[in-house]
């Protein structure tokens, strides 16, 4: 159970930050839901409610989507339904009901690196970059690295570069979370092969990426494209699946993702 | 720490610990409708509104809900008693337990969805889980209760 000293709502990205650095207890909130599961200990929650983070905007370059935009608004934004084949629509439409959707948010989940996410093994397969409020921009696979302690996701920003996608996912029941989860896109020579909730965080299978981008994409090809991926990536087991059963899974969603996207 | 909310259509004021969930709230000032079922996110009973979206009130601190319009299914007293006979009527209901939550997600979809399939039915109710009955009987009653064929 958590517990909560004091909450604060500041009127400023900058108030914000200032009280998240204030105290190591200090915790900026999300939408609260998958915290509550832990244990943690807080001094003062900050909520960033009245910032303004909750739109998903576009540009004719970008989308911005704010850090406390919730699951169920990227599941239903018109933009996001069609933007590289719906594929951020696709990732969280699954996750658990539309009640605990409307109230995750990208912020928290990305922020987080949750290893069982699908939004952010989505969000790897485009051109995607984090906007911190101290470090400011950051590539995602970046950021998923080395996080960035202390500091407040403002926005998640895509590079409307025009990439085809697909997301794949393997799941006990509809409403559970992913076994196993892949997403690929491709972008003219460029394709990017992601696995993630391996259970360890999304990674891109770099290897299997740089085959496919290089490969004449025949049925063997992309066999082989899959094979790579599962042998490139490490699985582990926790109580949704085996580490074998993963690594096995991993090469049949790859290989259907990568058809729908040459389809 | 004291929130002023409405509930209901009427304005309230709510005297909170920060680290209070809603549905905690809500029971606590009589509103008994919310039901606690997993308390880990899972299973939908609790669902009330929120600025009238379907959300899980165990999920939810009760400091986000300052400022905004709380529905429970007391305040829907109407519909809900339309769309509790279509349970009944399909054989739909037998502890009765998670009936408010499953009741106020499907009126928030009546609301949200226009025309909805049974496909998209299924899929806004994937988040109201059911011991007694299966969800077949409630699959019926909520097509004949939306009118989908």
Request: with cysteine; hydrophobic share 40%; net charge positive.
């Amino acid at each position: 159970m958590i517990t909560i000293k004091d909450y604060a709502l500041p009127d400023t990205l900058e108030e914000a930050y200032n009280l998240l650095n204030k105290k190591r207890s200090n915790t900026v909130l999300g939408g609260g839901a998958f915290l509550r599961l832990g244990s943690k200990k807080i001094g003062t929650a900050i909520d960033l409610s009245k910032l303004m983070l909750d739109a998903i905007e576009e540009t004719d370059e970008f989308i911005e989507i704010g850090a406390m935009v919730t699951f169920r608004q990227v599941e239903t934004d018109p933009v996001l339904k069609k933007f590289a084949n719906g594929i951020l629509s696709q990732a969280v439409k699954n996750i658990v009901g539309v009640q605990l959707r409307n109230i995750a948010t990208v912020g928290a989940t990305v922020y987080s690196r949750y290893g069982f996410s699908d939004f952010i093994t989505a969000l790897l397969a485009l051109d995607t970059k984090v906007l911190l409020h101290k470090r400011g921009l950051m590539r995602l696979d970046e950021f998923l690295a080395d996080g960035a302690k202390n500091d407040i996701l403002v926005k998640v920003i895509i590079n409307k570069t025009g990439r085809k996608a697909a997301f794949n996912m393997m799941r006990n029941s509809q409403s559970d979370y992913a076994i196993l989860n892949v997403a690929v896109s491709r972008l003219a020579d460029d394709w990017k092969v992601i696995i993630g909730a391996r259970p360890h965080r999304a990674a891109i299978a770099y290897e299997a990426s740089k085959y496919l981008s290089g490969s004449d994409l025949t049925g063997e090809s992309v066999q082989q494209a899959a094979t790579i991926a599962s042998k490139e990536l490490s699985f582990g087991t926790n109580i949704k699946g085996s580490r074998e059963y993963r690594r096995k899974i991993s090469t049949a969603l790859v290989k259907r993702a990568v058809l729908e996207v040459l389809a | 720490m004291k929130i002023s909310v409405t509930i209901n259509n009427k304005p309230a004021e709510f005297d909170v610990m920060p680290d209070e969930y809603l549905a905690d709230s809500l029971r606590r000032y009589g509103y008994l409708s919310i039901r606690k079922g997993c308390d880990t996110g899972s299973c939908g009973l609790c669902t009330v509104w929120l600025d009238d979206k379907p959300i899980l009130s165990c999920s939810v601190l009760s400091m986000r809900a300052m400022g905004k319009q709380i529905t429970t299914i007391e305040g829907v007293k109407e519909e809900a008693k339309e769309c509790a006979q279509y349970l009944v009527g399909e054989g739909a209901e037998q502890c009765g337990f998670c009936s408010p939550g499953l009741i106020m997600t499907i009126l928030a979809m009546k609301r949200e969805l226009v025309n909805p399939t049974e496909q998209d039915i299924v899929h806004y109710l994937n988040g109201n889980l059911c011991r007694c009955t299966g969800y077949v009987g409630q699959l019926r009653a909520v097509k004949k209760y939306l009118g989908v064929e």
